[in-house]
């Protein structure tokens, strides 16, 4: 399934190349194809935020909150 853009992900493995560990979150910024490449933007703690591109199986999506019940 492709994801949409702006869509909050998080990351299936280990990029230590980019600073990234399993479960870094960032935004879906651009696609690539019919969903076969994504721009993500991950906030830095230390350094300005930076774009990487993922594959498919690199991300997951962050399910959604779902709201409080009473």
């Known amino acids: ?3 949409e853009l702006f ?3 998080r990351t ?3 990029f230590p190349e ?3 560990i399993k479960g870094d979150r960032g ?3 651009e696609i690539y194809g019919d969903g076969e490449g994504y721009d ?5 703690t230390t350094d300005p935020t930076h774009v ?3 594959h498919p199986a690199d991300i997951e999506a962050v ?3 779902q709201p409080a019940v009473a």
Not at 40 to 44: D, R
């Open 12 to 14: 299936t493995k280990d």
């Open 52 to 54: 990487v591109v993922m």
């Open 1 to 3: 399934m492709a994801l």
């Open 63 to 65: 399910p959604s909150r």
């Open 27 to 29: 935004a879906i910024l």
């Open 18 to 20: 980019y600073g990234l």
């Open 40 to 44: 993500v933007e991950f906030p830095a």
């Open 7 to 9: 869509t909050i992900v």
